[in-house]
C-alpha cells in the first residue's frame, strides 16, 4: 500500500520536475514546479513529517511560487522563449550529469546499509511536540539566526528592487 | 514499508533533473527554478534518513533549508528585477557583465 503510493507520488514528482525544465514557457515551468513541490509534500506524509509537509505548501506553493509568478507577471517573458537550452554543444554538461546520477546510484544501490526496509529505530509519543521541543531548545541560536538572515533578505530584497536610487 | 534506497534514488533523479536545468537552460527564471528542485531533493533526503533514524534532526534541518531558500528567493528576484530594469534581457549568456 505504501509502495503504491509513494510510487504514485514519485512518477507525479519526476514528470512535473521533467516538464519545469523542458517546458519553453516560464509560466508552465513555474505551474509545473507548484505540482512538483504538492507531489513531495506528500512524499513528506509517507515519510511521517506533517508538519513538514504543511510548511513546504505554506512556504513553497503558497509563498515562493508566487512570488515567481508575480515576477513573471511583471516582466516580459516573449522574447525569452525562443530558445529554451544555451547555445553551442552541451554535451559536456549532459555527460558530467549522467555521471553524476549514475555514481549517486551505484553508490545508493550497493551499499548495504541504505537498503533498510523498516526504520531502525521507532519513536512514539506526541511527534510534533517533540520536534518543537527540540528545536527550541537544542537549536535556539540556529532559529534566531534564521530570523535574522530572513529579516535581512527582506531588507536585501526591498532595496534592490526599488526603482529610483537616492 | 517503502525501503530507504527508494526515497534516495527519487531524490537523485529530482537531483539531477534540476541540475540539468541550472546547467542547460537559458532564461534565468527557470535556473532559479531548478534551483528549488535541486533543494527540495536534498530535503527529501534529510528527512527520510530522519525517519529511518527515528531521529528529529533531519526535520530541523529541513526547516532550516526551507526558511533559508526562502531568504535566497526574495534576494534572487529582487536582483532579478534590477537586473531586467537595467539590462531588459533574461538570457543567462547575455549577462557577462563580471566575465565570468
Redesign the interface.
Known amino acids: 500500500m505504501?509502495?503504491g503510493f509513494?510510487l504514485l507520488f514519485?512518477a507525479g514528482?519526476?514528470v512535473t520536475?521533467?516538464t519545469?525544465?523542458l517546458?519553453r514557457n516560464?509560466v508552465h515551468?513555474?505551474l509545473a514546479?507548484m505540482a512538483?513541490?504538492l507531489q513531495?509534500s506528500a512524499?513528506?506524509i509517507?515519510?511521517?513529517?506533517p508538519?513538514?509537509a504543511v510548511?513546504?505548501i505554506f512556504?513553497?506553493v503558497g509563498?515562493?511560487m508566487v512570488?515567481?509568478l508575480f515576477?513573471?507577471m511583471?516582466?516580459d517573458?516573449r522574447?525569452?522563449v525562443l530558445?529554451?537550452?544555451?547555445?553551442g554543444s552541451?554535451l559536456p554538461?549532459?555527460v558530467?550529469?549522467v555521471l553524476?546520477?549514475v555514481e549517486?546510484?551505484v553508490l545508493?544501490?550497493r551499499s548495504d546499509r541504505?537498503?533498510?526496509?523498516?526504520?531502525?529505530?521507532?519513536?512514539g509519543g506526541d511527534q510534533i511536540r517533540?520536534?518543537s521541543t527540540?528545536?527550541f531548545s537544542d537549536?535556539l541560536l540556529?532559529f534566531e539566526a534564521?530570523s535574522i538572515?530572513?529579516l535581512?533578505?527582506?531588507v536585501?530584497?526591498?532595496?534592490?528592487?526599488r526603482?529610483e536610487w537616492p | 514499508?517503502?525501503?530507504?534506497?527508494?526515497?534516495?534514488?527519487?531524490s537523485?533523479?529530482?537531483?539531477?533533473?534540476?541540475?540539468?536545468?541550472v546547467?542547460?537552460?537559458?532564461?534565468i527564471?527557470?535556473v532559479?527554478?531548478?534551483l528549488?528542485?535541486l533543494l527540495?531533493s536534498v530535503?527529501?533526503n534529510f528527512?527520510?534518513f530522519?525517519?529511518?533514524?527515528?531521529d528529529?534532526?533531519g526535520?530541523?534541518f529541513?526547516?532550516?533549508v526551507?526558511?533559508?531558500?526562502?531568504?535566497?528567493?526574495?534576494?534572487a528576484?529582487?536582483?532579478?528585477?534590477?537586473l531586467?530594469?537595467n539590462r531588459a534581457?533574461?538570457?543567462?549568456?547575455d549577462i557577462t557583465l563580471m566575465k565570468g
Open positions: 505504501d509502495q509513494f514519485a514528482a519526476v520536475a521533467l519545469v525544465v517546458a516560464p515551468s513555474a514546479l512538483c513541490f513531495i512524499i513528506f509517507l515519510l511521517e513529517a508538519l513538514l510548511v513546504q512556504v513553497y509563498a515562493i512570488l515567481f515576477v513573471i511583471m516582466i517573458v522574447e525569452a530558445q529554451r537550452f544555451l547555445p552541451n554538461a549532459l558530467l550529469l553524476l546520477g549517486m546510484l545508493v544501490f541504505l537498503s533498510a526496509t523498516a526504520p531502525i529505530a521507532t519513536r517533540q520536534l527540540t528545536l537549536y540556529p534564521a538572515i530572513l535581512a533578505a527582506l536585501g530584497a526591498i532595496v534592490l528592487a526603482k | 514499508m517503502v525501503p530507504l534506497g527508494w526515497y534516495i534514488s527519487l537523485v533523479a529530482l537531483f539531477v533533473i534540476g541540475a540539468a536545468g546547467l542547460l537552460r537559458r532564461n527564471l527557470v532559479l527554478m531548478s528549488e528542485l527540495n530535503n527529501i528527512i527520510a530522519g525517519h529511518y533514524h527515528a528529529f534532526r526535520q530541523i529541513a526547516i532550516f526551507i526558511a533559508i531558500t526562502a531568504a535566497e528567493v526574495a534576494v528576484l529582487g536582483i532579478l528585477v534590477a531586467v530594469r534581457t533574461l538570457k543567462i549568456d
